[in-house]
Structures are given as structure tokens and as C-alpha cells.
């Protein structure tokens, strides 16, 4: 298993780097120039590490029985009740079609009654026995989620098209349709949860379907520096992990943890005076005494001293360097040190370094037609040069 870069392990970095005793007030500068390099280095482009496939399973239609609108003075404000029907699971992310208007939910109040939004709501009552379609157009998108490539729906010779969310609201408004193969996208802040983004698809799904992209992901997010209270015991090829004054919890699933070969001293990373007997990411928290690790642990140990540190997420070989620099450039900054300007340079210096190891493929291109008779670069143009 390869070594993972942890939140402890560039505490320790910096700590060097600074080159003096670390105060309270420097170690909270350390931990604010890890947060702020991962940001920096993560959003200067859009690295192959940080990909990532989504598919969003969208639902069919509901139209089902009839519905009335209670604007005020019933169970809930804004109560839209159906009468010999179900409202689906999903129908607070719901739009609703009455005539030629659009309404969206807000809550789904009860499996008969739905709470519309303030915003896209009718003005006044609308008597019992109106039909209508409720369907969902818009999905929200992974909470990691920062930008998309193009989306694919699973009937299609092709990609949807990205439009701007002002034209998405033009065709949904003045040419409400269904179809099996969504044509159109936008992205749109979530109505529902805060902070989140989700896809505005054209025409909505007439039956359940999927649509799949490749996105930019946000990394992991750093919680915890280093937790060591206690010791653990592995047997031989195993993948559990067990703890004596242990109190783990379900926030350190996806951390590394590292296990020192005495009962005395912590483990370290290479550097340090003691690299720890083996590494693993924890997969899943049992209990406070008990932890399941990724791969198992060839050798046992017991009762032995460990470490459990938040990764770095970034891929090692291409994006570390630059990372250092970057935590460097804003410890420098923070401290108002001299060679602030030239940790700047450097961290430029290794960026550039950085994007052109992350050049993943080496696979042969060439100008012109594909197939085992490409024409090579040297040979180009062909034609007449063209003004």
C-alpha cells in the first residue's frame, strides 16, 4: 500500500520549517496554511486526481388522482392535497404542473398533502378534482461536487447540451415537455439544502433513467490533526483493528491510521525518528474500540503505540511538491516573513513542475483521421494553407 501524506505529517513539515519552538499562535498559522494551500492548490486547475463519475437515477412522472390547493388557514400553509393518489418519496424536490403553470414543493407534509414553496406557489385556492403532473427536473448534485463535463443520458448518440440556467427557465416555462432523453442542462444553487449545487435538466425524464457525468470533486476535508490516546492489537492478516482506552468515532472513517512497532513510542512518517510497522485507511468504524482497515496487516501487533491523522488529498507523484511550496507561500505570508516574495516564486516554480506531470496519457496523437493510418504531425497541412 502506498504512503498517504497526513495532516500530522505537514504539521511536522512546517513545524521544520518555521525552524523555531511553535507557540500556540504559530501551530494555529500551521493548521490554517494546510487548509488554505489545499484550496489554493486544488482550485488552481482541474488536476486528473480530483475526477470523478456520478450518475443521478431520475424518476418517472406521477399523475395519479386529482389534487386542491389550500392557500391558507388548513393543517399547513400552501397545502397541495391529492385525493387517490400517493405522493412519491421524492415529491418535495418535485415541480407541478397545473394547466400551464409550474409550482415546486417544498415539503412533502404527509403522503396526501405537499407544502409549496412561497416563492412558486398560486395566489389564491384552486378547487378539488384538478388534474395536474408532478415530475423532477432538477437533481441535487454530490456535496463534493465543483464543476461538470459534459452529461450523458442513457438513451442518446451524444452528450446534452449546457445551456444558461435564464434559457433553461425559458424552455420549461413556455415549452414544458417530457422526453426519454433529456437534451438540456444548467447548473442552480439547491432550493432545498444550502451550500449545494444541482443539475436543471430539458425536457424532464418521462420514465426512470440515469444520466451520468465526469465531474471536479472538492477534496476530502481536513477535520482531525492526530488522535493516539491508547493502544491497538491486529492478529496476523487480519483488518480489524482493536483498541484498549480507545474512544474512536464514525468521523474517522477514511483516515489514516499508522502502527508503531513498540508500546512506547508514536509511529511517525519517514522522517521521523520512528516510521511506523505498517499504514492503512481506516474503511469503516465499528465501535470505540474497534476499527476495519482497507487492506489487511500482514504481521501482528500487540498492545502497541499508533496514530490516526486526516490524509492530504492529493495524488502524491504529481501534486505534492507543489503542496509543500504552496503551504510554505502561506505560512510565509501569515508570519510576515522576509522570503515571503520567494516562496511565492517557488511555489510557481514547482505548480508549473506539478501541471506537467499531471499530463496522464503518452498515447500517440496526431492531426487528421484516426485508424491505424494517421498521418503524422510533420506531414501537416495536406491541403493549402489556409488564411
Known amino acids: 500500500?502506498?504512503?498517504?501524506?497526513?495532516?500530522?505529517?505537514?504539521?511536522?513539515?512546517?513545524?521544520?520549517?518555521?525552524?523555531?519552538?511553535?507557540?500556540?499562535e504559530v501551530q494555529r498559522v500551521i493548521v490554517r496554511s494546510i487548509q488554505a494551500g489545499l484550496r489554493e492548490l486544488t482550485n488552481v486547475r482541474p488536476w486528473s486526481y480530483l475526477y470523478k463519475r456520478h450518475?443521478?437515477?431520475?424518476?418517472?412522472?406521477?399523475?395519479?388522482?386529482?389534487?386542491?390547493?389550500?392557500?391558507t388557514g388548513g393543517s399547513v400553509e400552501r397545502a397541495l392535497i391529492l385525493t387517490s393518489g400517493t405522493w412519491p418519496t421524492w415529491a418535495a424536490s418535485g415541480t407541478i404542473a397545473i394547466g400551464n403553470v409550474t409550482y415546486e414543493a417544498s415539503r412533502r407534509v404527509s403522503d396526501s398533502v405537499l407544502q409549496l414553496d412561497s416563492n412558486?406557489?398560486?395566489?389564491?385556492?384552486?378547487?378539488?378534482?384538478?388534474?395536474?403532473?408532478?415530475?423532477?427536473?432538477?437533481?441535487?448534485?454530490?456535496?463534493d461536487w465543483v464543476a461538470s463535463d459534459r452529461n450523458y443520458a442513457e438513451v442518446s448518440w451524444g452528450g446534452m447540451e449546457y445551456v444558461q440556467p435564464n434559457l433553461w427557465l425559458q424552455v420549461t416555462r413556455y415549452y414544458r415537455s417530457s422526453s426519454n432523453t433529456p437534451r438540456y442542462y444548467t447548473f442552480l444553487g439547491d432550493r432545498r439544502l444550502p451550500s449545494r449545487m444541482a443539475i436543471a435538466i430539458f425536457p424532464y425524464p418521462d420514465s426512470a433513467s440515469s444520466i451520468d457525468a465526469i465531474y471536479f470533486r472538492?477534496?476530502?476535508?481536513?477535520?482531525?490533526?492526530?488522535?493516539?490516546?491508547g493502544t491497538v492489537t491486529?492478529?496476523?492478516?487480519?483488518?480489524?483493528?482493536?483498541?484498549?482506552?480507545?474512544?474512536?468515532?464514525?468521523?474517522?472513517?477514511?483516515?489514516?491510521?499508522r502502527l508503531s512497532n513498540d508500546a512506547t513510542n508514536l509511529p511517525t512518517d519517514l522522517?521521523?525518528?520512528?516510521?511506523?510497522?505498517?499504514?492503512?485507511?481506516?474503511?469503516?468504524?465499528?465501535?470505540?474500540?474497534?476499527?476495519t482497515v482497507d487492506e489487511s496487516i500482514s504481521s501482528a501487533f500487540s498492545a502497541v503505540k499508533y496514530q490516526i491523522s486526516d490524509p492530504i488529498d492529493i495524488e502524491d507523484g504529481a501534486m505534492l511538491e507543489a503542496y509543500f511550496r504552496c503551504c510554505e507561500k502561506h505560512v510565509a505570508i501569515m508570519r510576515r516573513l522576509k522570503d515571503a516574495d520567494d516562496c511565492a516564486s517557488r511555489y510557481v516554480e514547482a505548480l508549473i513542475r506539478a501541471?506537467?506531470?499531471d499530463s496522464r496519457s503518452f498515447a500517440g496523437r496526431v492531426a487528421g483521421e484516426g485508424g491505424p493510418y494517421r498521418q503524422r504531425l510533420a506531414n501537416m497541412p495536406l491541403g493549402a494553407d489556409v488564411s
Open 218 to 229: 472538492r477534496p476530502r476535508r481536513i477535520l482531525m490533526e492526530q488522535y493516539s490516546t
Open 355 to 357: 501541471e506537467e506531470a
Open 234 to 257: 491486529v492478529s496476523a492478516a487480519s483488518t480489524t483493528v482493536t483498541g484498549s482506552g480507545t474512544t474512536w468515532t464514525s468521523a474517522m472513517e477514511g483516515s489514516v491510521i
Open 55 to 71: 450518475r443521478i437515477a431520475t424518476v418517472a412522472p406521477y399523475s395519479t388522482g386529482t389534487v386542491e390547493f389550500d392557500l
Open 120 to 143: 412558486v406557489s398560486p395566489a389564491a385556492d384552486i378547487a378539488s378534482g384538478t388534474t395536474y403532473t408532478i415530475y423532477q427536473d432538477t437533481y441535487v448534485l454530490p456535496e
Open 271 to 291: 522522517a521521523g525518528s520512528n516510521p511506523s510497522g505498517v499504514e492503512r485507511t481506516i474503511k469503516l468504524w465499528t465501535s470505540a474500540t474497534q476499527l
Open 1 to 24: 500500500m502506498s504512503a498517504r501524506t497526513t495532516v500530522i505529517d505537514m504539521v511536522s513539515h512546517l513545524r521544520d520549517y518555521l525552524g523555531a519552538n511553535v507557540n500556540n
